[in-house]
């Protein structure tokens, strides 16, 4: 057993890999170890994350209460417009419904709520409860869609059926309810952006810079979308997939059904900004297109240079840290981080594939450790046995770096500020600097290997 492994779950032993000590072939795509207290979340968590920015549509969980509690306005997706999907409904299941069904109660919510606020679509998510009695939602939503006229879908998500991952797939084939379902031509010099859920209005800084560069927007799947421009998805030239776990099951569909090709991208950090959008231009290959996207990307890096020279001075020779879900984002910020002279000493993800370690073994310095659906455990001690200054990871993350006494940096899906694009590696670096640099840190002294004593 790789001594970077020591201590651990013996199930665990080929997700956990150090570069340049370890023999490297990781074991991911897998389920979580039972006992290991995986950070990952269930099948519904999936699933909302993708669908719940769709701003017009009504969401109505169909299982307990703490099911829905688990989605009110948590994420920072932000809409220009309706604001529906920030309420949280639910069915609220009891013993009652456990020992003679459900069905009656979700059918005269759906019709409630729908007659209330009048949404443009409804998604009605099947919980762990409803799977295991038996409830037909599907049957209950044709019958609702009949009678109000709107599409009502079903989203297969009951937790059992497996990890966020397959939530994910869920909310794809929800989508695929949706899209092409109007009489549309093909819009020329036209793309849809799919896996950025417009946090902290993200995906409107992103839209302006494919606008600027002559191109034109279908849908956002699903950052501040619209049920109508995702049935209108199908007319796109293009699909530019962020989030890869998440979205790259749909952009498959959409090729196979609709004839529409996808690259993916990230737009985190300078580096996979700039690519994402020469890539782009280079798919069109207009001229007009591919001078205005070089014009615009050399004038965001004139106007953030100084700043972020600026920002390195401060973080040089720092070391981070990094748990995140998708894979292309921890690829991003490695990149970004080093921007900023800070070395990544940990990178693991939720839901990285084979290829994604293959590319982050590739990316990372040497000693540096990489990990695949890891644990509080397992964390804690490679931030203190790599003396990690710095942690970037989600809400579930927050508290382990607090306690450990090091700074944190959220790039989660609840947070406030925008850190997409370049102007969000402004944010992304002033944050983290002043995390960093805190004064709190005097009061919060890092604790050392000694807990593990």
Same mark, same amino acid.
């Given at each position: ?233 199908h007319t796109a030239q293009l699909n530019i997939v962020q ?69 390195? @001075?401060?973080?040089?020779? =720092? *070391? /981070?840290? !990094?748990?995140? &879900? $998708?894979a292309f984002k921890a690829i991003s910020l490695i990149k ?31 000693g540096t450790i990489l990990v695949d659906d890891s644990n509080?455990?397992?964390?804690? @001690?490679?931030?203190?046995? =790599? *003396? /990690?200054? !710095?942690?970037? &990871? $989600? ?59």
């Open positions: 057993m790789a001594q970077t492994n020591s201590g651990f779950l013996k199930a665990r032993t080929l997700q956990i890999f150090e570069k340049g000590i370890d023999s490297f072939e990781m074991k991911c795509d897998k389920a979580s170890a039972a006992g290991s207290v995986s950070q990952r979340a269930c099948t519904f968590c999936g699933a909302r994350v993708v669908l719940y920015p769709i701003a017009d549509a009504l969401h109505l969980v169909h299982g307990a209460i703490g099911c829905a509690a688990y989605t009110w306005d948590i994420r920072g997706s932000l809409s220009s417009g309706p604001q529906l999907h920030r309420s949280s409904f639910c069915t609220d299941l009891r013993e009652k419904e456990v020992i003679y069904g459900g069905e009656e109660k979700l059918k005269n919510a759906l019709f409630t709520l729908i007659g209330k606020y009048s949404p443009k679509a409804a998604f009605v998510y099947s919980t762990c409860i409803a799977g295991i009695i038996g409830d037909d939602v599907e049957a209950v939503c044709k019958a609702v869609a009949k009678k109000t006229g709107i599409p009502v879908i079903p989203v297969q998500s009951e937790g059992f059926k497996g990890t966020k991952k397959d939530g994910y797939r869920a909310a794809c084939d929800a989508l695929m309810h949706l899209v092409g379902t109007c009489d549309s031509d093909k819009v020329p010099l036209s793309i849809n952006i799919l896996g950025d859920f417009n946090i902290a209005g993200e995906i409107w800084a992103i839209k302006k810079y494919f606008e600027k560069m002559g191109l034109k927007v279908i849908a956002t799947l699903t950052g501040d979308s619209r049920v109508e421009q995702i049935k209108r998805a989030c890869a776990g998440s979205m790259q099951y749909l952009a498959k569909e959409m090729k196979v059904k609709f004839g529409i090709p996808y690259i993916n991208v990230s737009f985190f950090g300078i580096d996979d900004t700039a690519k994402a959008l020469y890539a782009t231009a280079d798919f069109f290959n207009v001229k007009s297109v591919l001078e205005n996207t070089s014009t615009l990307i050399t004038n965001e890096i004139k106007k953030i240079s100084p700043f972020l020279e600026d920002y390195r @001075k401060i973080c040089q020779g =720092k *070391k /981070a840290a !990094l748990y995140v &879900g $998708g970004a981080l080093r921007i900023l002279g800070i070395q990544t000493i940990l990178a693991g993800t939720q839901t990285g594939g084979k290829e994604d370690y293959e590319a982050l073994k590739a990316l990372c310095d040497d509080p455990i397992e964390l804690s @001690k490679f931030i203190i046995d =790599k *003396k /990690a200054d !710095l942690f970037i &990871g $989600g809400v579930k993350e927050r508290p382990l770096a607090y306690k450990l006494g090091i700074a944190f940096c959220d790039h989660n899906h609840e947070r406030k500020t925008g850190l997409a694009g370049f102007e969000g590696m402004i944010n992304f670096a002033r944050e983290v600097s002043l995390s960093m640099n805190s004064p709190v840190w005097k009061f919060a002294p890092r604790k050392g290997a000694d807990l593990y004593d």
